[in-house]
């Protein structure tokens, strides 16, 4: 079993950058996507951006296009996100996951466990 950990998260003004990371233990498949996800107060937790772990697959959810860039460093195990200008909308915690496949990977119901998640907060 993988474990994760967010770290990273903080209050940030509206139009700032923020830079968070999920650094990764146990069990990983090489093979494996990655993806951030992000769940607002009242909302169901939701597929931010996906990546492969060679880097060569990216997706994102449209209203982050353009904004956000999904990374990752295999020789550290960690994945990271880089977000800029940010807006209120963006204020979620979020939180990574791992799964086989693209349609796995967006499954959000499907995954057995989470981090603790990092909090995200834009402030207007």
């Known amino acids: 079993q993988v474990q994760l950990v967010e770290s990273g998260g903080r209050l940030v003004q509206a139009g700032g950058s923020l830079n968070i990371s999920c650094e990764a233990s146990g069990r990983i498949f090489r093979n494996y996507y990655w993806g951030w996800f992000r769940q607002a107060p009242g909302k169901e937790r939701g597929v931010v951006a996906i990546?492969?772990?060679?880097?060569?697959?990216?997706d994102y959810r449209d209203s982050v296009k353009g904004r956000f860039t999904i990374s990752r460093d295999s020789a550290k195990n960690t994945v990271y996100l880089q977000m800029n200008s940010l807006n209120p909308e963006d204020t979620a915690v979020y939180y990574c996951n791992t799964a086989h496949s693209k349609p796995a990977i967006r499954n959000t119901k499907a995954y057995r466990s989470w981090g603790q998640g990092t909090q995200v907060t834009v402030s207007s």
């Open positions: 990546i492969n772990w060679t880097g060569e697959y990216t």
